[in-house]
């Protein structure tokens, strides 16, 4: 059992290199997605 099907992650496969992908891609994606909203509202950028 790798470091990564413990804790929170409590399901099999919760280490698959997929799983793992797709959770960074929408951390990232939704992290990018606040900076550009704050920019726009800070600085109305069109």
């Known amino acids: 059992m790798s ?3 413990r ?3 409590k399901f099999d ?3 698959k290199p997929l799983v793992v992908a ?4 929408l951390i990232l994606g939704s ?5 550009f ?3 726009n509202v800070a ?3 069109d």
């Open 13 to 15: 496969g919760a280490d």
């Open 7 to 9: 804790g929170i992650m």
């Open 37 to 39: 909203w704050a920019l």
């Open 3 to 5: 470091d990564l099907n």
């Open 22 to 25: 797709i959770s960074a891609v």
């Open 31 to 35: 992290i990018a997605a606040l900076i």
């Open 43 to 45: 600085y109305a950028i």
